[in-house]
Each structure stands twice: as structure tokens, then as C-alpha cells.
């Protein structure tokens, strides 16, 4: 009786997992209905270029994943109507765009000299400056002169890009690779031996998309080795923006929020020198 006490228990956990498992499928059954399924090809554009504007439009039910130049999509029809809406925008022929950038480089320079002056008797000697008249009483002055200097300086600066295409806006030339950016790198990417950089250059890869009259810009601190092709990317730190085509934007404010590296690209201090940079882009 026992063992037939345990059985029947059994075989109800058994029915229970089973009507779980029942519904569970047939929910999933219902949510797949409630969405299509379709394969769209691309004719401009690889998917990698166009998945990561469509992957958060599908919502929860749906998925979207490509491959070569295939997007292979999941989601509701209200969604899908408007999915195919936003690709047909996308997939178009690459246009060759131009980049305008406008750069002030702020340098501020601070001097002290100091000067001493003065005569002093230790016994039958006296020790003191020439400048120091002869008549005055002994003593020492110390004279401390605070030099302060800034100079400004700004231009335009024209980038050619295919569309889709990533583009280097230089910031800072010939910049020491000291311990700051070594520790920079390490935290935000996963590079751990930069032993052959010495001088760098600091600045942005920005990557234009065309989407009908705006532009979408992936923006990505970037340092590279002089006069060479290595580069550092921070992909973590990138952000993604969207303006109209011919609207500047305020590059250097946007990344100066952002995070340390921008930051330490866009200003840095040097002893007596400090220098800030004021970056604004336009593509058109």
C-alpha cells in the first residue's frame, strides 16, 4: 500500500510536469504565431551594417540575426511593416560623404620666476648681489613674478568617407604614451601589452550611416601608434548619435561627458601647460 502510495505520487508530479511543459509549449506555439518570419536581402549593404539599427525594433517576441548580405527576421506584422519601412531606407547605394571639422586648441601656459636679492655682513664679510644697492640696510627680498600666457588657435579640417566606413579625426599629435594611457587601455579593452607605443596620436573613429536626410555617427575614442597602421579602439566607450545632414554637432561636449578617456583625449596637462581642444563635426 505504501508502494503504490508512492507511485500514485509520482505519477501526479509526472502529470503536473507534463501540463506545465504543455503549456509552456503552447504559449511558445502562440507567440510564434503571433509573429513572421522572413528573409530579406540586402543589395547595398552587408547585414553587420544595418542589424544593430534593426536588433532593438523587434521587441521582446522577435529576433533578428543576419549573415553576408541576408537579415533573417522574426517579429510581429505591425513591427515587420515597420522593419522593411527602415531598411529600404538604409539599403541604398553607398554615398561618399564629407566630413567638415572644425577644431580650437586652447594652450594656457603659467611661468614663475623667481628672484633674490639682498646683502647680508657674517663678521668682516659681506656677501650680497650686485643689483643691491650699496647704502641700503641688510637683508634679503625675494621677488616672485607669475607669468601667464594663452594662445588660440582653430581651422577646418576635410575627411572623405564611403558611407558605412570608419574615419580617424585627429586630436592630439605626438602624444607620450605615459602610464595614464596604459592604464586607460587596460581598463577598457583587452589589450595588455602596448610595449611598443611610445608617441601617439589621440582622437575619434567616427562612423557615418546614411538614414534618408539624417546621418546616425558611431563615435569611439581611438589612439594609434605613429606612423603606423596599429590603433587602439575603446569599442565599450562608443555612442551612437543622430543628426540631420549639414547640422554641426558639438563633438568634443558630447564625448567630454562621456567618459575618462575622451576626456583625456580632448584635454591634458603637462607641467606648466595645460591644453583643451573644441571639436564640432558636420557631414553632409
Do not use: C
Not at 32 to 45: G, M, N, R, S
Not at 183 to 195: A, D, F, M, V
Not at 258 to 271: M, Y
Amino acid at each position: 500500500m505504501k508502494f503504490r502510495d508512492i507511485t500514485m505520487g509520482k505519477w501526479s508530479q509526472t502529470i503536473s510536469l507534463a501540463g506545465y511543459l504543455l503549456t509552456l509549449s503552447l504559449f511558445s506555439l502562440n507567440a510564434l504565431a503571433a509573429t513572421e518570419f522572413k528573409i530579406i536581402d540586402l543589395q547595398h549593404h552587408f547585414a553587420e551594417d544595418i542589424l544593430p539599427i534593426i536588433q532593438p525594433l523587434v521587441g521582446s517576441d522577435g529576433t533578428a540575426t543576419g549573415m553576408q548580405n541576408h537579415l533573417i527576421i522574426r517579429a510581429s506584422p505591425e513591427k515587420m511593416i515597420e522593419i522593411e519601412q527602415i531598411i529600404s531606407t538604409l539599403d541604398v547605394e553607398r554615398q561618399n560623404l564629407r566630413i567638415t571639422v572644425s577644431h580650437q586648441n586652447n594652450l594656457q601656459t603659467n611661468n614663475d620666476n623667481v628672484a633674490v636679492s639682498g646683502r647680508k655682513r657674517i663678521g668682516n664679510v659681506t656677501i650680497g648681489t650686485n643689483k643691491y644697492p650699496r647704502n641700503a640696510a641688510d637683508g634679503v627680498q625675494l621677488d616672485i613674478e607669475n607669468n601667464q600666457s594663452s594662445i588660440r588657435s582653430n581651422g577646418n579640417q576635410f575627411i572623405n568617407v564611403m558611407d558605412g566606413e570608419r574615419a580617424f579625426i585627429r586630436v592630439g599629435r605626438s602624444v607620450p604614451y605615459t602610464q595614464e594611457w596604459v592604464t586607460l587601455t587596460q581598463r577598457y579593452t583587452s589589450i595588455q601589452r602596448t610595449t611598443e607605443f611610445a608617441d601617439i596620436s589621440t582622437g575619434f573613429s567616427v562612423r557615418p550611416r546614411s538614414i534618408g536626410n539624417q546621418v546616425e555617427l558611431e563615435i569611439t575614442p581611438r589612439i594609434a601608434q605613429l606612423n603606423q597602421n596599429k590603433y587602439i579602439d575603446f569599442e565599450e566607450l562608443s555612442t551612437i548619435v543622430r543628426v540631420n545632414r549639414g547640422e554641426w554637432l558639438d563633438l568634443g561636449g558630447t564625448m567630454q561627458q562621456k567618459d575618462e578617456v575622451s576626456r583625456a583625449i580632448l584635454s591634458r596637462q603637462n607641467g606648466q601647460q595645460s591644453q583643451s581642444n573644441a571639436l564640432s563635426i558636420r557631414v553632409e
